[in-house]
């Protein structure tokens, strides 16, 4: 079983950064794609970014220039500057043991419990 813990959220100004880190347990060395989803209050999971074993890394147009998502076998880490208060939600770190990289949260089977991000004055 994998085991994600997300860490780094917290309150932050507009304009502001913050960096989350998500910390794997338990076949860490074996784990393919691993993702960041965000969720706001009263909003549907959406998909941040994603990076795989490799380095390769996809990420969500509207942060592209904002976040960087990088990976050192352990932890995964997602910078993030210049913050917004559309960014305020609750992050997820997650990941896949097979298969190719995608953004659909379904195909995640594993997931941290989240990390909160607040965005404000």
């Known amino acids: 079983q994998v085991q994600l813990v997300e860490s780094g959220g917290g309150l932050v100004e507009p304009g502001g950064s913050l960096r989350l880190s998500c910390t794997t347990s338990?076949?860490?060395?074996?784990?393919?794609?691993m993702a960041w989803f965000r969720q706001a209050s009263g909003k549907e999971r959406e998909y941040v970014s994603v990076?795989?074993?490799?380095?390769g890394r996809r990420i969500k147009l509207s942060v592209k220039d904002r976040f960087t998502i990088s990976r050192d076998n352990n932890p995964v880490w997602l910078q993030m500057n210049s913050l917004e208060p559309e960014d305020a939600a609750r992050y997820f770190c997650?990941?896949?043991?097979?298969?190719?990289?995608?953004?659909?949260?379904?195909?995640?089977?594993?997931w941290g419990r989240g990390t909160q991000v607040t965005v404000s004055a």
């Open positions: 997650t990941a896949r043991l097979a298969g190719p990289t995608t953004t659909h949260p379904d195909d995640y089977p594993f």
């Open positions: 338990g076949h860490s060395s074996t784990l393919k794609s």
């Open positions: 990076v795989t074993p490799g380095g």
